[in-house]
């Protein structure tokens, strides 16, 4: 399978653009798939570069209702008339950051719900052999601290966003499966319990954030969340790839416990995996 990182917080090098969002494309032995569009449309330039044709992607994924997933969605849609872009139905909310002082809409551009290849859907989705989408994740073990300054404006009230407008991709090839998530707001953890719910074994391949980034200095318990979760993910023979939500304090409290089972990915990178 190949997998491009077309857009991450950092650059695998300076001619790439960088920004606060995240998008994949990868091709499978039948589909060629769009996995989020970064905050803006920048991701397309990053394409361009890396000579990724984004008018032949056959199908979008939205992994959840966050703006630095679906800002370059009206952009892709320009450049691709055809592609369906999948979305759960619920990830067109009124998503807010509550942070005191700073409170403001996350949520996606309002025009994207309305284009005409969007899907908008509800639950789990079979697309095609080999590549499911999945949601319904309800645990809440090492459940990250970040997420409780997110809310969502429901009947004029902001309250706690429960992430179920969060979906991830899973597609098996070559006896291999990948799991893509965005931000893993529901915790890496209970995505996991959920896929080996549904599929009965772990993912060979994990893409995701982990939703760790935070302006502040971590907390005691916000320590131990992060280095009891890399010790469980450790135990897998599993490998992860992550970035973008997760931060650098993050990552090198976990890289010495995963060790050659986690990377940090940067835009531009083309993923040998």
Request: hydrophobic share 40%.
């Amino acid at each position: 399978m190949r997998i491009i990182n077309l857009m991450e917080n950092t650059q695998s090098a300076p001619c790439f653009c960088a920004e606060h969002g995240l998008s994949f494309y990868l091709e499978t032995e039948k589909h060629k798939i769009l996995v989020d569009s970064g905050a803006s449309s920048a991701f397309l330039e990053n394409a361009r570069m890396l000579s990724v044709d984004l008018s032949q992607v056959d199908l979008m994924v939205l992994s959840h209702g966050h703006y630095d997933h679906a800002g370059g969605i009206l952009g892709f849609a320009e450049i691709n008339h055809k592609a369906p872009i999948y979305m759960q139905r619920t990830a067109a909310g009124e998503y807010i950051n509550a942070e005191p002082g700073n409170e403001h809409y996350i949520g996606i551009d309002r025009k994207i719900p309305d284009l005409a290849q969007v899907k908008l859907i509800d639950g789990n989705l079979k697309l095609d052999d080999g590549i499911f989408l999945f949601t319904g994740v309800t645990g809440r073990r090492m459940f990250s601290k970040s997420n409780f300054r997110l809310k969502i404006l429901s009947r004029g009230e902001l309250v706690q966003d429960d992430f179920r407008h969060e979906q991830y991709l899973a597609v098996e090839q070559d006896g291999k499966i990948y799991l893509f998530s965005g931000c893993a707001h529901n915790g890496i953890l209970n995505i996991l319990d959920k896929f080996r719910e549904l599929f009965h074994r772990d993912p060979d391949v994990v893409l995701s954030g982990f939703h760790y980034m935070k302006k502040t200095e971590y907390t005691g318990e916000e320590i131990q969340i992060i280095t009891d979760t890399a010790r469980e993910l450790a135990g897998m023979h599993t490998v992860f790839y992550t970035g973008h939500c997760t931060g650098f304090p993050a990552y090198e409290l976990m890289k010495p416990i995963m060790g050659e089972n986690l990377h940090m990915v940067h835009s531009g990178e083309c993923l040998d995996i």
